[in-house]
């Protein structure tokens, strides 16, 4: 495996199916260009002239569009920026708390990242989209899905407060499961 000398740039991008590293390595003198998501290679430019410009490529499950732009900023340095869906990846995480919540939870030592697309109702485990059964309930509504032999159900109440609007819970065997800061 050769080693990556020319990696300029690593973020880390938190989607609905797991936190996907995005690596970038850009020769300076050679123009070469190279793109790993999760430590695989996705494009590969070995001579480009224009040491400026984008690749666009997709990351996850649902192949969501993401963009890294290289500019000059002096004389030889650059600048590199990763936008998600057309966002800079910080207005796109911005954006995703308000549409998305997370929990990060261990069940008989294994680990678990559940991830609830509110738009959708769909619910993500560890990569997988789950199936999920909902139900009207007294003040609300709830998500009944399995976490290996876990029974869990994601409550849906109204916050009583327009800005809040509906607070959504994790409750795993019973258990109240914290929210998760990403």
């Known amino acids: 495996l050769e080693k ?8 880390e991008v938190a ?3 797991g936190v996907h590293k995005i690596e970038f390595e850009h020769g300076t003198t050679s123009g070469k260009r190279v793109v790993y998501v999760d ?4 494009i590969r430019k070995e001579w480009m002239f224009k040491l400026v410009g984008k690749e666009t490529f997709n990351v996850g499950a649902a192949k969501t569009k993401a963009t890294i732009n290289i500019d000059a900023v002096s004389g030889f340095a650059y600048e590199y920026t990763l936008e998600i869906n057309g966002k800079s990846l910080k207005k796109y ?3 995703r708390s308000k549409t998305t919540n997370t929990w990060v939870l261990s069940l008989g030592g294994m680990d678990y990242r559940v991830v609830l697309e509110k738009d959708t109702m769909d619910v993500w485990c560890n990569g997988q989209k789950l199936e999920t059964a909902g139900e009207f309930v007294e003040d609300g509504t709830e998500t009944h899905f399995s976490v290996g032999d876990h029974s869990c159900c994601i409550k849906a109440v109204s916050s009583g407060k327009r800005k809040e ?7 795993v065997d019973d258990r109240e499961i914290p929210e ?3």
Do not use: F, Y
């Open 4 to 11: 990556m000398t020319d990696l300029v740039a690593v973020w």
């Open 165 to 171: 609007g509906i607070i959504h819970t994790l409750i």
């Open 15 to 17: 989607l609905s199916d």
């Open 93 to 95: 995480m911005e954006n």
């Open 180 to 182: 998760a800061v990403e």
């Open 39 to 42: 430590g695989k290679e996705e």
